[in-house]
């Protein structure tokens, strides 16, 4: 992108569409001062064609790159396998690179910006476009599969944001396509505000004057060949100021509209609950229509973790013991095994196991030390320690 805007910018004339920037140009710094003023036919043969072979280069390159992962990696294994002396080391061999994909939308995005720039006075620039997303697909798709480690978490921040970039690169085309179009011979088309912009700059005007850059501009907008752009940028500008506007508005009357239906259904079940003689608690209603206000205010996502612990709202088991799940209650039915299991906090199992830890620390060789830890654990059924204390043993 770089690169498609520097030759464009450095052959341009740009102080004779903007004479305040003359102090860069041949008085100053001899900056922004080029020898081409238009997109004539001498554009294309310098610029045009040299922005050809760089967006070529720039739409093979990159996915030639990633594709030579592979047998770099291929090699670098065969090689380095029996010079490895770590188990860490060799994981790290064999498991790969890590998939960056802010790399990949990077190079995606320039070459999107680049042929989006220039398709309309260059058309070829659509094929290299072809070219580049064909083997972006299949060279992403080896590397990911073959080559890459498994890569984390993604979440859609990052599609997001390409996204949202792809409406600018829109927005670059239309007016390239304007400035392009407008400089074609063809019938000049009255538009009322235009044209009523353009005759203001043109009285303006005395003779030897240099053409204003907003002069050019209106002129070229009021070409027939320019007009469908011109129609299709106020159609885009139109809806995104709609969207913008009138977008928040539309989420809130539909969020409204959904409660309401909801309410209007809640209601119609508690009446068919009541004329088939259920009982119904007259208090649910309006718990639910609070509940419905709260998540309006949560902007129809989960409640914080706070608010959901205050409205009782987090449900699940109580304890991550497997004795307390009722899926495995029949798994333990016997007391005495239940009270046994590790991370029991109950007073007995500490009584059963502080019993068992004083007899058997009596004397290995003492024989009432033995009988009191057998007694204890023989016990240990009503108190829950026995097998916990022999485990300490």
Same mark, same amino acid.
């Given at each position: 992108m770089n690169t498609a805007l520097i030759g464009l910018i450095i052959k341009a004339d740009l102080i004779y569409y903007f004479p305040w920037l003359a102090p860069l140009g041949t008085d100053g710094a001899n900056l922004l001062s080029g020898t081409l003023r238009d997109l004539t036919s001498d554009w294309y043969m310098l610029v045009g064609s040299q922005m050809i072979l760089t967006i070529l280069t720039a739409s093979i390159s990159p996915n030639v790159a990633e594709l030579a992962r592979w047998p770099t990696k291929i090699i670098m294994q065969r090689l380095m396998t029996n010079r490895v002396l770590t188990q860490e080391q060799m994981n790290r061999l064999y498991e790969g690179p890590a998939v960056v994909l802010s790399e990949r939308y990077g190079a995606l995005l320039s070459v999107l910006f680049v042929v989006m720039l220039y398709s309309s006075g260059m058309p070829l620039v659509y094929f290299f476009g072809v070219i580049y997303f064909g083997m972006a697909y299949w060279c992403d798709k080896s590397t990911l599969l073959m080559i890459c480690k498994k890569p984390g978490s993604i979440d859609s921040t990052l599609v997001r944001l390409a996204t949202q970039r792809l409406r600018l690169a829109l927005y670059l085309h239309i007016c390239f396509s304007i400035w392009v179009f407008g400089a074609l011979d063809g019938a000049q088309v009255y538009i009322p505000l235009v044209s009523g912009w353009y005759e203001k700059e043109a009285a303006k005007?005395?003779?030897?004057?240099?053409?204003?850059?907003?002069?050019?501009? #209106?002129?070229?907008?009021q070409k027939l060949p320019a007009l469908p752009p011109f129609v299709a940028l106020i159609a885009l500008v139109g809806r995104d100021v709609l969207v913008a506007i009138l977008g928040p508005a539309y989420r809130l009357i539909s969020e409204a509209y959904e409660r309401r239906q909801r309410r209007l259904e809640r209601k119609r079940m508690l009446a068919l @609950? @009541?004329?088939?003689?259920?009982?119904?608690?007259?208090? *649910?209603?309006? /718990? =639910? =229509? /609070?509940?419905?206000?709260? @998540?309006?205010?949560?902007?129809?996502?989960?409640?914080?973790?706070?608010?959901?612990?205050?409205? =009782? =709202? +987090? #449900?699940?088991?109580?304890?991550?013991? +497997?004795?307390?799940?009722?899926?495995?209650?029949? *798994?333990?039915?016997?007391s005495e095994y239940v009270s046994t299991m590790p991370g029991d906090d109950s007073d007995s199992d500490d009584d059963a196991q502080s019993e068992w830890g004083a007899g058997a620390g009596a004397g290995d060789n003492d024989s009432d030390a033995a009988s009191s830890a057998a007694s204890s654990f023989r016990g240990g059924g009503s108190g829950g320690g026995g097998v916990a204390g022999l485990g300490t043993r």
């Open positions: 005007m005395k003779p030897g004057d240099r053409p204003s850059f907003t002069y050019m501009v #209106t002129g070229r907008l @609950r @009541r004329q088939a003689g259920y009982e119904t608690d007259a208090g *649910a209603e309006d /718990e =639910e =229509e /609070e509940e419905d206000l709260r @998540r309006s205010e949560w902007g129809g996502t989960n409640p914080p973790y706070s608010e959901a612990v205050e409205y =009782e =709202e +987090i #449900t699940g088991l109580s304890s991550y013991k +497997i004795s307390k799940n009722p899926k495995y209650k029949e *798994a333990f039915d016997d």
